[in-house]
Structure formats: structure tokens, C-alpha cells
């Protein structure tokens, strides 16, 4: 085989596409559908609470056209990251999805299922005996956070996706998965280079993002040969131009010329891009350097209370130009009037849209103050009610705090919602975020078979 065509329907399952690029898509004659399902961007929370950040409805409509399109073409339809996180509630989720469309349009295949879990015990074993680093900025792992910890799972590579394939499977669903594998699988087992197909999957896991203007929800192809690749734009409203793509090899990475991933790291150092139609663009010089030893990423969460936040605005200058004297002095109002009170610890914080709110965690940044703020007042505690009280009492402390200079005393806040204080539930942060190292991670992903 000279060239493996690729098509990548959306960023991330659910994310939708129009049927017009997906049926151009097709046209093309790939060899297999592949769509990355999740991600850790949206936070511990999804992982944590064992629930998607996609919509139900929306996953199923993409999977709804992509299943019976791949069986008709007599090509694999591949899912990685299922459900988001993941995790087996993740995988369980995203299969009965799978089970109901395929009931709903008498669809008849085998399904390949490939959990991402890793059970608590064999990460302490692990621990114990020395197989465990972080990935920066993360510190390094102690049982006691290890024993907080809730579902962990490991991010597979290409080889469960292989075995599966291997198997005979038609649809492949699995759990947490580095992003590009459900990409190069298929190419790396026909024979194709794996530093090209790696980043291949790279540009192809965010479907049109790559592309100019760029976008989530629209397809992509590529066109992987043995040299090289290609990748093309499938809506007439969209290019791929060498800035674009460039650029997005570039998406996510500390490091412009060194990716690392699952079993080694792409070097990019002799990588071009050149322009080959108006909308495609040709890559080469990518190479794959196997990492010595096998490591597998591991990705956990704990809980750490309940979380309660309130919306409001302002718009006078003379409480702007004071906003953040008159903060402290609302924090320390709260933690005063509760202290020794019996809430337990608790966490308050004050973010102002229009002052620091997104650069505030970076020193030295200089921020004008507008003349209007957003306000979002968040209270984490160990329970649901706790977090509302504190969250409750900074909201009326802050709406009627007296400053210098103050005219209006009816209050200081505009509150967008009534109620004003939303109850967000329970709160994680990520516990493992670090590398376990093994002599075979393919033990961690065994592949099951399903007949439908």
C-alpha cells in the first residue's frame, strides 16, 4: 500500500460536522474513520464525577452517520477517549450508545472495547517500588493522595488500537487514549512510518481546527504515504494553508520541536511544510525516536468539597478604583465572622472580568481596570451547604460594603440571575498526573469483542 487516506470527522466526538464535508469526506475512499472523544481540558471535574463533558444527543448524532458510513465502505470506525475521560463510566456510556444504534438501524458488526482503568493498588505497588514520576508542575505522588483519589486511568497508544484491528474489529471504542493513536493505528500495522503518522494524528485530532478559519465541528482528511503527507480541508469554506498547519502541530506543546507521547517523541527539528493545492498542505521530515523504556501516563482526580458561585457586575468607578482594598477586606470579613464557627476550612476567591481575571495568575502582568467588572464570587468547603453560606455571606458583604467615597447605598453589585448563588456541586483537581513505567504497556488496555 502506497498511501492510507485518513478522515477525521470532528475535534472531538460530539463536536458535530456537516453531513456535505463528511460525504466529501467519503468520496475520498479512506480507510478508516478515527475521532478523538475527550479530553483533559475541561478540567478534573468529568473524570472525577464519572460523566461526559459532550452531549449525550450530540455524540449520537455524529456516531449515528459515522458507524453505518464506515460499515458501508467495509472500513473501521475508530473512538479513543470515550465518554471524554475515559474511564470505564465513560466507555459505558459511549458503548450503550453504540449498542442503541446499531439496534435502532439494524446494524450487524463486531465491536472491539478497550478499558483505559488502572487499578489504585497496582499504581501503589508501583509507588512503592519506585515506577512513579510526575509530569511537571505536578509533585511528586504520596499514598495519602493516592488513597484520595478516585478513578485513575492511563493514556494508551497505538498498540491496543493494533490488537483490535488484528481482532477483526469494525467498530473500535475505547478509553482514555493519546490523542493521535486512533489515528496512526491502522497506518503504523499497514506498514507506514510511525514519526508521520504520530503527527499526522497530531494535526488530524483536531479536525478543521487546522485548517483556515478553523473549526471544531467540520472534517478533515489525510493522506499518509511513505515519505510524507497530506492534509486537505473538506468544506469549500476552508483552507489549509502551511501557517495553519504549522501552527497547529505547534497546539498544546511546551516544546516546538519535540513532542512526546506514548512510547517515544516526535523530532521536528527537519520537519517542512509546503503548500500543495489551495486547500492542502504537504509535511515531511518528521521523525520518531523511540523513549528508552516504556511509559504510560496516568490521570487522576480527588474530591475535595462542594463548590457555590455568585455572578454579579459593577459599573462605579469610585469602587472600581478601590476593588481590590475593598476584596481583602470582604475576604477577611468572611473568614473572621466564621472562624471557629465549625465550617471547617474552606476556600474563597473573587475573579474580576476586566482586571486580571484570566492574567491574574501570571506576575508582573500589567491590567488596566475598564471602567465595568465582572465579578464571579466562587466558595469551595467540604460540603454543599457550608460552600453556600460562605458564599452567601461574601456575596452580601461585598454587595454592601461601605468605602471611601461611596454615594449610592442601595448596593454595589448588578446580579444577572435569581437566585444569585448557583450551587456547582462537587469540586475535584487532579491528584495523578504523572508517568508510570512498565516493561509491557500493552497489559494495562485489554481489547474485548462484542457482536451486535
Same mark, same amino acid.
Given at each position: ?59 449520537? #448524532? ?51 472495547? +478497550? ?52 481482532? &477483526? ?26 514519526? *508521520? ?16 478559519? &478553523? ?6 482528511? &489525510? ?26 502541530? /505547534? ?14 517523541? *516526535? ?30 501516563? /496516568? ?15 459593577? #459599573? ?10 475593598? +476584596?481583602?477586606?470582604?475576604?477577611? #470579613? ?24 484570566? *492574567? ?9 481596570? &475598564? ?82
Amino acid at each position: 500500500m502506497d498511501e492510507m487516506r485518513i478522515l477525521s470527522p470532528t475535534a472531538i466526538l460530539g463536536y458535530g460536522f456537516p453531513e456535505e464535508s463528511f460525504n466529501e469526506g467519503m468520496k475520498k475512499n479512506p480507510h478508516v474513520i478515527a475521532v478523538d472523544g475527550g479530553s483533559t481540558d475541561p478540567g478534573p471535574y468529568y473524570l472525577g464525577a464519572g460523566i461526559s463533558f459532550t452531549d449525550r444527543n450530540a455524540v449520537k #448524532r455524529d456516531l449515528a452517520i459515522m458507524i453505518p458510513a464506515g460499515l458501508k465502505a467495509g472500513i473501521p470506525v475508530i473512538i479513543g477517549t470515550a465518554g471524554g475521560s475515559g474511564a470505564k463510566p465513560h466507555l459505558d456510556w459511549n458503548v450503550e450508545i453504540i449498542r442503541e444504534i446499531a439496534r435502532e438501524q439494524q446494524l450487524s458488526f463486531k465491536m472491539a472495547i +478497550i478499558p483505559a482503568d488502572i487499578p489504585k493498588e497496582e499504581v501503589r505497588a508501583k509507588l512503592k517500588a519506585g515506577d512513579i514520576s510526575p509530569l511537571s508542575p505536578a509533585p511528586d505522588l504520596v499514598e495519602e493522595e493516592l488513597d484520595k483519589t478516585g478513578y485513575i486511568v492511563a493514556q494508551m497508544g497505538i498498540e491496543p488500537f493494533i490488537s483490535a484491528l488484528e481482532g &477483526g474489529a469494525q467498530v473500535i471504542c475505547a478509553g482514555r487514549a493519546y490523542d493521535p493513536a486512533v489515528f496512526a493505528a491502522l497506518a503504523v500495522k499497514e506498514g507506514f512510518d510511525r514519526g *508521520l503518522a504520530t503527527h499526522l494524528g497530531k494535526i488530524l485530532e483536531c479536525a478543521a481546527i487546522a485548517a483556515s478559519p &478553523g473549526s471544531g465541528s467540520d472534517c478533515m482528511l &489525510g493522506y499518509l504515504r511513505h515519505d510524507h503527507f497530506v492534509v486537505e480541508a473538506l468544506s469549500p469554506t476552508r483552507k489549509c494553508t502551511t501557517l495553519s498547519v504549522a501552527a497547529h502541530t /505547534l497546539y498544546e506543546k511546551t516544546n516546538p520541536y519535540v513532542l512526546p507521547g506514548p512510547g517515544g517523541k *516526535l523530532d521536528l527539528y527537519n520537519c517542512s511544510f509546503t503548500q500543495e493545492t489551495e486547500s492542502s498542505v504537504r509535511v515531511s521530515g518528521t521523525r520518531f525516536i523511540p523513549s528508552e523504556g516504556e511509559f504510560i501516563k /496516568l490521570e487522576g482526580t480527588k474530591k475535595i468539597g462542594y463548590r457555590t458561585v455568585s455572578f454579579a457586575a459593577c #459599573r462605579d468607578p469610585i469602587m472600581i478604583s478601590q476593588i481590590d482594598a475593598i +476584596i481583602e477586606a470582604v475576604k477577611a #470579613r468572611v473568614h473572621s465572622n466564621f472562624a471557629g464557627f465549625g465550617i471547617g476550612d474552606f476556600f474563597l476567591d473573587v475573579k474580576l472580568y476586566g482586571k486580571n481575571a484570566v *492574567l491574574g495568575m501570571f506576575k508582573n502582568i500589567p491590567s488596566d481596570t &475598564g471602567s465595568e467588572l465582572g465579578i464571579i464570587i466562587e466558595a469551595v468547603a467540604p460540603t454543599q451547604e457550608a460552600a453556600n453560606t460562605i458564599c452567601s455571606f461574601a456575596r452580601s458583604t461585598l454587595l454592601h460594603y461601605g468605602y471611601e467615597g461611596r454615594i449610592s447605598t442601595a448596593g454595589n453589585l448588578a446580579f444577572p440571575f435569581s437566585p444569585s448563588d448557583l450551587k456547582a456541586g462537587e469540586v475535584y483537581e487532579f491528584s495523578l498526573y504523572h508517568l508510570l513505567k512498565t516493561e509491557d504497556p500493552g497489559k494495562y488496555f485489554p481489547v474485548s469483542y462484542e457482536t451486535l
